[in-house]
């Protein structure tokens, strides 16, 4: 018989209050029973994770070192300020690397059109054809012509096909040079193909006629 206060028998069913232990029992079953339907197993919960950048920038917004306060702790106030420095140059880094980041992304986002647009001069080039033989002088196809030069106009392309300016190697491609009357200067006679460019990036020079002072 045990004694009265003995420490019970390890793997004994009764708890502390004397009382047995009850079965835990767990329903793994991927069929409800009741209803008869699949059972989906809850998706973990994850803290979200916004942006890694504000959340750095947040985490290096709210860190606070008092000094006083540190040095009644027994931390020196050496230190603490150089502790201080440490998270200003930190957070100056993370500022210019955010810089870099936004610098990147205008300049990828910038790229992209440019590829866009010059996948689109052939197309143009057909169109400015078709124009000068009159088969666009009216119609739907005239319209549909008139839409996309007008849609490119708003990604920023502009068409280099002026004559009677001065001729500029950088926008314009000399093809022929012939005695001009009444030039004193280098001067664009005439287009034989338009260029274009976005901004300031020339994505095609113009192919010109130059007349050139006699």
Known sequence: MARHGQNEEPGSDANRDGEPQKPV?????????????????????????GDALSQAEDILNSVEVPAEESVAQ???AAEAEELKNDLRRLQAEYVNY???????RAVAGEMAVIGV????????????????????ADGPFAAIAAKLE??????????????????????????????GTDVEIDT?????RSGYKSGDRVLRAAQVIVAVPA
């Not at 955010?98 to 990147?104: A, G, S």
């Not at 664009?188 to 034989?192: A, F, I, P, T, Y």
């Open 150 to 179: 007008t849609a490119l106009k708003t990604y920023g392309l502009v068409r280099i096909d002026e004559t009677g300016v001065e001729f500029d190697p950088t926008i314009h491609e000399a093809l022929i040079q012939q005695p």
């Open 25 to 49: 029992i767990r329903d793994n079953r991927k069929v409800d029973p009741e209803t008869g339907e699949a059972r989906h197993p809850e998706p973990e919960q994850h803290a979200e994770s």
């Open 188 to 192: 664009v006679s005439q287009v034989l």
């Open 117 to 136: 647009l010059n996948s689109l001069l052939p197309v143009l080039d057909d169109v400015d054809a078709a124009r000068q033989h009159g088969d666009l």
């Open 74 to 76: 027994g931390v020196d």
């Open 98 to 104: 955010r810089k870099r980041v936004e610098r990147d």
